[in-house]
């Protein structure tokens, strides 16, 4: 079993819409998660940290389920410019190591 | 510049040959990390220094995989004998601490006929 496990979708949404997907991480000691955005042939970058009691930053919305091993993100008012492939990465419990899901792919429309 | 730099962008080699890719952290960042980043799938860790040291090599696939940051700052991750298996974007990291935000380069894609 990968140690992060992401719907690859596509998920493709019209500019305006809500889109939300989740990513389920294995190791229960994990105790730091992100998202992470990902351009085409382009290097990963921080979106977000997610926090215990969730978190909103602008149109981003990112929750933790502890119980359920589950970390979900959330895009309201979609931009074409959210077009991307959003990684979600939990660390292995030693702080350094992190782990990447295979990355979630959403496409905007005009 | 400001950000991670990484050369060669991109790097055609043979079956066979050595390749060695550079990295230049952002300054004063004291992490250092390599992933690779195979077509469709998300960065995978391959090795962490903090400073000159090599606290981790787990994830470097086999021993024709060699990392080395000998003054704390720019790193190398050289391979050997390469193999078409080893075709993928090789990224670096850096971080001011052990944990935190990873900043990217943007990566050294391999190629190996």
């Known amino acids: 079993r990968k140690e992060v496990e992401q719907d690859p979708g596509p998920f493709n949404v019209p500019e305006g819409a809500t889109v939300a997907f989740n990513c389920t991480y294995s190791?229960?000691?994990?105790?730091?998660f992100f998202w992470y955005r990902q351009d085409c042939r382009k290097e990963p970058k921080l979106l977000m940290s997610?926090?215990?009691s969730g978190n909103e930053d602008g149109r981003f919305t990112a929750q933790l389920n502890r119980a359920s091993q589950y970390i979900s993100l959330l895009i309201r008012d979609s931009k074409l410019s959210d077009s991307a492939t959003y990684l979600c990465?939990?660390?292995?419990?030693?702080?350094?190591?992190?782990?990447f899901g295979a990355g979630t792919t959403v496409t905007v429309r005009a | 510049g400001a950000g991670v730099s990484q050369s060669p962008r991109y790097k055609v080699a043979k079956r066979g040959q050595d390749v060695a890719l550079r990295c230049d952290p952002i300054?004063?960042?004291?992490?250092l990390f390599w992933y690779q980043q195979a077509l469709g799938q998300g960065p995978e860790f391959l090795t962490y220094?903090?400073?000159?040291?090599?606290?981790?090599k787990s994830g470097l696939p086999s021993d024709r995989f060699f990392a080395e940051r000998p003054e704390g700052s720019v790193s190398t991750l050289k391979i050997q004998r390469t193999q078409q298996e080893d075709s993928a974007v090789y990224l670096c990291?850096?971080?001011?601490?052990?944990?935190?935000?990873?900043?990217f380069g943007e990566g050294s894609r391999l190629t190996v006929l």
């Open positions: 997610v926090y215990s």
């Open positions: 190791n229960s000691a994990s105790q730091s």
């Open positions: 300054s004063g960042h004291v992490s």
């Open positions: 220094f903090q400073n000159e040291a090599q606290l981790d």
């Open positions: 990465v939990v660390n292995k419990g030693d702080d350094y190591k992190l782990s």
């Open positions: 990291a850096s971080s001011p601490g052990g944990s935190g935000e990873l900043f």
